[in-house]
Protein backbone atom coordinates (compact mmCIF):
# COMPACT_ATOMS: atom_id res chain seq x y z
CA UNK A 1 0.00 0.00 0.00
CA UNK A 2 1.34 3.30 -0.72
CA UNK A 3 1.79 5.67 2.15
CA UNK A 4 3.42 9.40 1.70
CA UNK A 5 6.65 9.93 2.89
CA UNK A 6 5.80 13.22 4.18
CA UNK A 7 2.87 14.98 5.80
CA UNK A 8 0.53 17.47 3.53
CA UNK A 9 0.77 21.09 3.62
CA UNK A 10 -1.78 23.04 4.31
CA UNK A 11 -0.31 25.48 1.36
CA UNK A 12 -0.79 22.07 -0.74
CA UNK A 13 -3.83 20.33 0.50
CA UNK A 14 -5.89 24.03 -0.45
CA UNK A 15 -4.29 24.65 -3.63
CA UNK A 16 -5.49 20.64 -4.56
CA UNK A 17 -8.99 21.95 -3.14
CA UNK A 18 -9.12 25.34 -5.08
CA UNK A 19 -11.04 23.55 -8.40
CA UNK A 20 -13.47 21.82 -5.92
CA UNK A 21 -15.75 24.52 -5.32
CA UNK A 22 -19.43 24.81 -6.96
CA UNK A 23 -20.32 26.88 -8.77
CA UNK A 24 -23.94 28.40 -9.01
CA UNK A 25 -26.32 27.92 -12.32
CA UNK A 26 -26.21 30.82 -14.69
CA UNK A 27 -29.65 31.95 -15.74
CA UNK A 28 -30.34 34.39 -18.13
CA UNK A 29 -33.27 36.11 -19.26
CA UNK A 30 -34.80 35.53 -22.82
CA UNK A 31 -35.30 38.46 -25.37
CA UNK A 32 -38.62 36.90 -26.43
CA UNK A 33 -40.37 35.73 -23.23
CA UNK A 34 -38.84 37.71 -20.73
CA UNK A 35 -38.43 34.38 -18.98
CA UNK A 36 -35.09 33.36 -16.69
CA UNK A 37 -33.80 30.11 -18.64
CA UNK A 38 -29.99 28.38 -18.76
CA UNK A 39 -27.89 29.14 -21.68
CA UNK A 40 -28.16 26.98 -24.49
CA UNK A 41 -31.03 25.22 -23.09
CA UNK A 42 -34.72 25.22 -24.82
CA UNK A 43 -37.07 28.10 -23.21
CA UNK A 44 -39.78 25.98 -21.67
CA UNK A 45 -42.40 28.68 -21.64
CA UNK A 46 -42.07 29.25 -25.27
CA UNK A 47 -40.69 26.55 -26.35
CA UNK A 48 -38.22 27.87 -28.67
CA UNK A 49 -34.35 27.49 -28.81
CA UNK A 50 -32.29 29.76 -31.28
CA UNK A 51 -35.31 31.60 -33.11
CA UNK A 52 -36.89 28.28 -33.62
CA UNK A 53 -40.35 26.70 -32.45
CA UNK A 54 -38.31 23.17 -30.93
CA UNK A 55 -41.59 22.37 -28.44
CA UNK A 56 -45.03 23.48 -27.61
CA UNK A 57 -45.54 25.71 -25.82
CA UNK A 58 -46.81 25.28 -22.13
CA UNK A 59 -50.03 27.05 -21.38
CA UNK A 60 -50.16 27.98 -17.83
Not at 9 to 27: C, E, F, I, W
Request: hydrophobic share 25%.
Amino acid sequence: MAVPKRKTTPSKRGMRRAHDALSSPVYIEDKDSGELRRPHHVDLKSGMYRGRQILEPKDD
